[in-house]
């Protein structure tokens, strides 16, 4: 009998320890602690002996039961702890710029900003006040009024040599027909607004008509469709110098139609299949990393039918993601990173030419709207779930605040109608603004929070700092504003996007580990948490894996530690008390 209880209680002890290596056993676990301190308990009571053992095991519950139920936990789940999942079901170029390697022409993708230059007449193409009025070829020195912006055509891209141009008022180029003059008079693009270009090695181009009239300047510095023939690559009117200024989106919208649908589906179901897998869930999980947000943009709720140039897939993959998540109790945010007409002009909201048409149109409004419920209804009760953002980085420029207060409330009762425990997340505009404003917008009263994104970059306010000066900031102004949120009677604080990555050019190791320090300090105060930005990417800094594998950041101890030693305390207790039965 004492072989078999010894046995028994060998068995028990060690499901009580093994909690320390498989927290999704955390329920069974923490009933079996439960049950095993009642048995010790009694037993006690009932020989008048072992007090020591019976003092050891309720000081080790009460550790235990501190590190569940502390204050760092959200309606019974724990603070964050999170990374962000960026660049897989929202595509950022920046992030894996090899996916963009294989297009043809791939510096002119839709949005790059072009200027052309008249090579004998040495003038740049020009459309007067922004766009409106006729072309002219009469400029010496380009402004933004000689810069346009290319837009594959609409199944867009008939051949790589086809586009369209929008000038910097947003209209567009247009030429009814052969020995016409060209204009910026278009507010959207068809058949006459589309040019075919040819291109050689020196980035001269010819531009021509769907009729094959070639177009020149004139004399009279004129943009005329009437060049007689076919040009040359000499100093004829007809070509001209292509410089481009910027080409700085490559996002969903560029990749697949730069591509074209079939070579895109294979391009984005490889990465979607390889860049984030089971393995990365298991290493989140072993460094303490109790969440992923998860970027996905609007298309996802057409899946596996987007309208084009979209791919579909990506809601497959969101749920893999949520499978692995609850394999190892990792918890799920949703984040809406592109809107439809992007909320902020760029590549991460899928911004097809740096425009933010989101605000502009109620039925953009209306469709995002369409895809939080689609979310909510699909993963609202899935155990998994822990919230859906709205919005990501609304730009404070292009979205007015009462437009993006009202989708907010929407969006708000929306997830409420669903899941009353689900936390609804609200992002700060990024640019001039306050995250006051969102405290102020009374926008739901229970389970919402507001997401702040914390650089210290992409302002030239940080350009000079040192490595000091950078950490000084953390605790002087991040720590100050935090302090402030924290108490201000509203939302909960989240920092969902933040990096260990600065512009210090000569930063050692050591001034890495300094700086993550001191924002993980500040950041754990957060009263809902913060997410590191991001798990991979192919700047190094960048990368959460990297930083980790390589001691460049130090997370120190986590959430998860702190119960685990609870745990191994209470199963340790627990072995000494079978010993002294035993024996």
């Not at 100093?235 to 730069?258: E, K, R, S």
Request: charged share 15%.
């Amino acid at each position: 009998m004492r072989v078999g209880l010894w046995t028994y209680h060998f068995i028990c002890s060690i499901l009580v320890a093994d909690y320390l290596h498989f927290r999704f056993l955390f329920g069974y676990c923490s009933r079996l602690a439960v049950a095993s301190s009642i048995e010790i308990f009694v037993f006690c009571m009932g020989t008048g002996s072992c007090s020591w053992v019976l003092s050891v095991i309720l000081c080790c519950w009460v550790l235990f039961l501190s590190g569940v139920y502390s204050g760092d936990n959200l309606n019974g789940a724990r603070k964050v702890r999170g990374v962000n999942l960026g660049g897989w079901l929202v595509v950022e170029g920046w992030i894996k710029p090899s996916l963009f390697d294989g297009i043809p022409n791939g510096d002119m993708l839709d949005g790059t900003q072009v200027q052309f230059k008249s090579v004998p007449l040495k003038k740049y193409v020009s459309a007067e006040n922004g766009g409106g009025q006729t072309i002219t070829v009469d400029r010496d020195i380009p402004s933004s009024w000689e810069t346009f912006r290319f837009l594959w055509k609409q199944l867009w891209r008939v051949s790589q040599t086809e586009f369209q141009f929008r000038s910097f008022g947003g209209q567009f180029l247009t030429c009814d027909a052969e020995g016409d003059s060209v204009s910026a008079t278009a507010e959207s693009p068809s058949t006459k607004e589309t040019f075919y270009v040819e291109r050689n090695s020196d980035n001269r181009v010819h531009i021509k008509l769907e009729s094959g009239t070639y177009l020149q300047a004139t004399l009279a510095n004129q943009l005329i469709a009437d060049y007689p023939g076919t040009p040359g690559w000499d100093d004829n009117m007809a070509t001209f110098d292509m410089i481009i200024v910027a080409n700085n989106l490559h996002g969903d919208y560029q990749l697949a139609n730069g591509y074209g649908h079939d070579k895109a589906k294979k391009v984005l179901t490889e990465h979607r299949k390889n860049f984030i897998k089971q393995e990365d869930f298991i290493f989140l999980y072993r460094n303490g990393i109790n969440t992923v947000r998860i970027p996905v943009g609007w298309w996802i709720a057409q899946d596996p039918n987007p309208p084009p140039p979209f791919i579909g897939g990506s809601l497959a993959a969101l749920d893999n993601a949520f499978s692995w998540a609850l394999m190892y109790d990792i918890r799920c945010i949703i984040d809406l990173h592109a809107a439809p007409g992007s909320q902020n002009g760029m590549e991460h909201s899928s911004s097809r030419d740096g425009s933010t048409d989101w605000p502009m149109s109620p039925e953009y409004i209306s469709q995002s709207l369409d895809v939080v419920d689609f979310l909510a209804s699909r993963y609202a009760n899935h155990p998994a779930l822990l919230g859906i953002e709205l919005l990501n980085e609304p730009s404070a420029s292009g979205v007015p605040l009462d437009a993006l207060v009202s989708y907010y409330s929407k969006g708000y009762q929306i997830v409420q109608n669903y899941s009353s425990t689900t936390y609804v997340i609200i992002c700060q505009r990024i640019g001039n603004a306050d995250p006051l404003e969102l405290y102020q917008a009374n926008i739901g009263f229970s389970n919402i929070v507001v997401d702040l994104h914390y650089y210290n970059l992409f302002d030239t306010f940080f350009i000079n700092m040192s490595a000091e000066d950078n950490i000084d900031f953390i605790f002087k102004s991040r720590q100050t504003q935090l302090q402030a949120l924290n108490k201000a009677n509203g939302p909960l604080v989240f920092i969902g996007e933040w990096v260990n990555e600065w512009n210090v050019t000569s930063g050692s190791q050591m001034d890495y580990q300094d700086f993550g320090r001191a924002q993980l300090q500040v950041y754990d105060t957060a009263s809902f948490g913060w997410a590191y930005w991001t798990l991979k990417n192919d700047r190094k800094h960048w990368d959460f894996e990297w930083n980790i594998n390589n001691n460049y950041l130090q997370l120190g101890d986590s959430s998860y530690q702190k119960i685990s030693s609870g745990g191994c305390l209470l199963a340790l207790a627990y072995w000494c008390f079978c010993l002294h039965h035993v024996l």
